[in-house]
């Protein structure tokens, strides 16, 4: 007979990323609505502002990136509901693991399904917008660093209001705030590009902040979902 | 080490502790208010540049000070309500968050009437006062949340661990808006001067901030008392105390 | 008499501003089946949710051999196996995948699958997707654990003595045919017979294993 299948962290990781991964898979919507989103949210700003090429070029970091908060938290919903109206969130809860290594697992399946794509979708609108060429590198780091820490902190928003039924709106109220120091320094980093000067220090501390939010956002997320549960 | 706390865990004790507390809050905070604001508004000297619209500083900075020292108050009790599993943390976040909003709200509109004079336009993205607009998004965002849930204990801590996770990003949004600030800032716009205060504008600055603290104490003790009765309303002690009131009612 | 397996310690819960139940205590021992009573709003999935760590009582504590679940938890949802309202099955895995995950998540082999799904009349449907069954076909998705975790411990391939040993069921009858109850009711007595025990909740009457049940009553408390 086997032996028993007693699981490591990083397999159990592995388990719940490529469960989170083909559910989504299956589900085509949950990628490709949130990126539309991101698309016309753009669109629309040329629309209402006009079409002037160095107004556009100037605001452009802002609005990318306010964006892609927006559509992030669009996204975020579908990191839990589904499991908390299932069931499935009470059995990960009751598994003899510690919280934290499915919740990072299921945040970075998140991040995948919808940041990888933002990432990956951003140059092109960035020249919709007349980005300044010397900004493109600065804006793909910045979205590579700064989205995951939009869906740590995101998580923890999501694990507060899953229970409720009406989270959508308060969701945003709660995450929205926490958001700011990730949107300043992410477009001070583009604009410092746009200018030719060095935007490491911008760099520096979006990093620093995604790895706070990587270690402390999983026990928070943790502790909101056993209220949430309750 | 905890022992002597204990019996302060229990509601029915810290609902009796609040209420003898209380009124000295109340008597100390109308002495400390009365002396320094007459103080503050009518004898202490006017700004040497801003005149008496100076005046209102002493307002707006202790509602400032409350506001985010009620913030740190309110997720440092969450926290210990998380670590020890203190039922009437909830209580407190419950009780301290509504209280904070309000002075977050009277700094910004303090500071808004200031600016009028001083800058000629109501509001202007000055970091102290954009730190203050989002710290009241932060509290609001608590009230929210403890208002969505419908079981109040559940509420409590849902609120709680919302503040915990605030708290530790009021520093990084403050520094971060601080940064913003310095960065975008034009050559026009012109900071508060913040000169050595004159030993005659302190001490009234002293007397009227902890006046408003002993004050908020005050609205504390009440907000919590209620909370307290609210969420033990099936408790045996509750439903005498309730019975006491009436009768006592009845024979007036 | 022989050490407890899990012992309720003066529980209190309030719903609600309603008191459910006050200073409820019990002891559950191996072997013993627990069918929890009451009418409804009696508390009867709060109980069974505070006994499986899910919920915080008021007061009271939940202890499993001897230490508190909610400090040795770990160890705790080694021995639990757990069945809610709702089957935590996702629409868009298959019966196999849904499974195999469940499993896998409890330390239980996915070479148990195959048989386990036999065992609830799912054979043929394990490719099927989740949403494309009904609900009585995810209750017997989740149910397939059960015979799973038997299998395991009748093989001794189990984590430690008490893996999967407590079974904490809420109304796993519901959407069940009679056959299947009655199926549920003979894989009970092997379970306790092996030395674990099983805690549930059902508006059905237990026929076969009906002389071993013990019962708690809840009453509806204003």
């Known amino acids: ?115 990888l794509p933002l990432i990956l979708i951003a140059p092109l609108l960035a020249a919709l917008l007349y980005l300044p060429e010397q900004s493109f590198v600065a804006l793909m780091l910045t979205l590579l660093i700064g989205t995951p820490v939009l869906s740590l902190i995101g998580a923890i928003g999501v694990a507060l209001t899953v229970g409720i039924k009406k989270g ?20 001070s980093a583009i604009d410092t590009a746009g200018l030719s000067l060095p935007y490491s220090g911008q760099l520096a501390i979006i990093a620093a902040l995604f790895f706070t939010s990587l270690t402390l956002a999983p026990l928070a997320i943790g502790a909101a979902l056993k209220v949430s549960t309750n | 080490m905890w022992k002597w706390l204990h019996p302060y865990a229990n509601p029915e004790t810290s609902y009796q502790l609040a209420g003898r507390l209380q009124p000295w809050f109340t008597g100390l905070s109308a002495v400390l208010l009365l002396i320094g604001l007459v103080w503050a508004l009518a004898f202490a000297p006017a700004d040497y540049q801003q005149g008496d619209s100076f005046r209102i500083f002493y307002i707006h900075v202790p509602a400032a000070i409350l506001s985010m020292g009620l913030y740190t108050s309110m997720a440092i009790i969450a926290f210990t309500g998380l670590v020890w599993q203190l039922k009437l943390a909830d209580a407190s976040t419950a009780a301290l968050a509504p209280i904070g909003a309000v002075f977050t709200a009277i700094a910004l509109f303090t500071g808004a009437a200031w600016g009028k004079p001083m800058w000629g336009t109501w509001w202007i993205w000055d970091a102290r006062l954009t730190s203050e607009l989002i710290l ?77 603290a002993f004050m908020t104490a005050a609205i504390v003790c009440m907000r919590f008392r209620t909370e307290v009765l609210a969420r033990n309303a099936m408790r045996p002690w509750v439903r005498a105390l309730a019975l006491q009131a009436s009768e006592s009612q009845e024979a007036k | 008499m022989s050490a407890s397996l899990l012992s309720a310690q003066n529980l209190t819960c309030i719903r609600e501003d309603r008191i459910l139940f006050d200073d409820l205590s019990f002891d559950i021992y191996p072997g013993d089946i627990v069918q929890i009573e ?71 082999s996915n070479d148990y699958a195959q048989a386990s799904l036999d065992k609830v009349n799912l054979l043929g449907f394990e490719d099927s997707l989740a949403s494309h069954l009904s609900a009585g076909q995810h209750r017997r998705i989740a149910l397939a654990r059960l015979y799973a975790a038997l299998n395991a411990k009748q093989n001794n391939d189990s ?64």
Not at chain 2, 158 to 175: E, K, Q
Not at chain 3, 39 to 67: C, D, F, M
Not at chain 3, 192 to 221: F, M, P, R, W
Request: proline residues 5%; negative net charge.
């Open chain 3, 38 to 108: 009451g009418p409804n709003g009696a508390g009867k999935t709060s109980l069974l949710r505070i006994l499986a760590g899910l919920s915080q009582p008021y007061e009271g504590s939940v202890r499993y051999q001897e230490s508190s679940i909610k400090t040795d938890s770990e160890a705790y949802h080694q021995a639990l196996l757990y069945l809610g309202h709702t089957p935590g099955v996702k629409g868009e895995l298959s019966a196999e995948e849904n499974l195999n995950f469940n499993l896998s998540l409890h330390n239980l």
């Open chain 1, 168 to 187: 959508g709106v308060l969701l945003s109220l709660l995450v929205l705030p926490l958001y700011i120091p990730v949107l300043i320094f992410a477009t």
């Open chain 1, 1 to 115: 007979m086997t032996t028993s299948a007693n699981l490591s962290y990083s397999k159990l990781f592995n388990l719940v990323l490529k469960r989170d991964l083909t559910i989504a898979l299956r589900h085509k919507d949950d990628i490709i609505n949130p990126l539309l989103f991101f698309v016309i949210i753009i669109t629309l700003f040329p629309l209402g502002i006009g079409p002037e090429a160095n107004t556009l070029a100037r605001i452009a970091p802002g609005i990318i990136w306010v964006a892609a908060l927006l559509s992030t938290l669009l996204s975020l919903d579908r990191l839990f509901k589904s499991d908390y109206q299932d069931g499935s969130l009470e059995q990960l809860l009751l598994s003899p693991y510690p919280v934290f290594v499915w919740v990072l697992a299921k945040v970075f399946a998140h991040w995948l399904i919808t940041g």
């Open chain 2, 136 to 212: 009241l998004f932060l509290y609001l965002g608590v009230i929210a949340l403890h208002n969505a849930f419908e079981d109040k204990a559940l509420a409590g801590k849902a609120a709680g661990i919302l503040a915990i996770v605030g708290v530790v990003n009021v520093p990084i949004i403050h520094y971060s808006v601080e940064w913003w600030n310095t960065l975008h800032q034009g050559a026009t716009v012109t900071k508060f001067g913040r000169p050595a205060m004159a030993p005659e504008m302190y001490w009234p600055f002293l007397l009227c901030l902890f006046g408003f």
């Open chain 3, 159 to 222: 984590n430690g003595a008490n893996a999967n040993a407590i079974w904490i069921l809420d109304e796993p009858f519901t959407a069940i045919d009679k056959q299947g109850v009655a199926d549920l009711e003979q894989l009970f007595i092997a379970h306790t017979n092996q030395g674990g025990c099983v805690i549930l909740t059902t508006h059905q009457d237990l026929s076969i294993c009906a002389d071993k049940v013990k019962k708690i009553t809840l009453e509806y408390q204003f």
